[in-house]
């Protein structure tokens, strides 16, 4: 079984431009979560979704966003774009409803400039 | 909200060696702890876990102890090699609806040969 997969891997913008991240689950799994890694602050949950709803939001900004389509994969968004976004940005699958259990991806790599 | 602290934040033993890690946590209501093993460049990946109704969990030389009176869990490794020396995170679910995780701040392993 294929795991997580987040795409792209690694990105550069630069301050005040929008990215968007995208996520594959594993086959059959239905919650999307995800999170922000930093030297600084480490593991922040960022949120996630369940059969194209959101169910739960960390404290982050308006700026950031995401969404869940039918087949189950995600994309998250980042308007306007400050250093301090410079991060990890990890996605990961579950595979139900309120295990637990996270299967994360190899993260996706951004840098604000 | 859950708070989730974890000591030491380096640890540094000899190839045979045992680690111990600890964990403490807040809420009350968390039943589910997981530990995470992230090589350099990788994403987080769960190596064992425990849910509230046990006290031990073995998988060959991982164990992982919960006390859920105190609000602490550990993990155990034995007979250390050099493949184990990554960065471990603990973590506990937040005790909401969903698979939010709560992670600790992340324990740098290295184990010399």
């Known amino acids: 079984k294929a795991g997580v997969t987040q795409t792209p891997r690694y990105l550069i913008k630069t301050r005040g431009q929008q990215v968007t991240l995208s996520c594959s689950p594993i086959s059959g799994h239905r919650s999307v979560s995800w999170y922000q890694q930093t030297p600084g602050q480490g593991l922040q949950f960022l949120f996630e979704?369940?059969?194209?709803?959101?169910?739960n939001k960390g404290n982050f900004p308006g700026r950031f966003s995401g969404r869940q389509f039918s087949n189950s994969r995600s994309e998250m968004n980042v308007s306007t774009l400050e250093l301090g976004d410079s991060a990890l940005y990890l996605c990961a699958s579950s595979p139900g409803a309120n295990t637990g259990e996270l299967f994360f991806g190899e993260g996706s790599r951004l840098t604000v400039l | 909200g859950e708070n989730v602290e974890q000591h030491p934040s380096t640890l540094s033993v000899q190839e045979g060696d045992s680690a111990v890690i600890k964990c403490t946590y807040s809420d009350s209501a968390s039943n589910y702890f997981p530990w995470y093993k992230q090589e350099l460049g990788k994403g987080p990946q769960l190596i064992i876990d425990?849910?509230?109704?046990?006290g031990e969990k073995k998988d060959q030389r991982i164990a992982v102890t919960l006390n859920k009176t105190a609000k602490h869990f550990s993990l155990h490794i034995t007979e250390t090699q050099p493949e184990d020396s990554a960065v471990y995170f603990c973590?506990?679910?937040?005790?909401?609806?969903?698979?939010?995780?709560?992670f600790g701040a992340g324990t740098i392993l290295r184990v010399k040969s």
């Open positions: 973590a506990a679910n937040s005790g909401v609806e969903g698979n939010k995780l709560v």
């Open positions: 979704y369940f059969s194209e709803t959101q169910r």
């Open positions: 425990i849910r509230s109704n046990v």
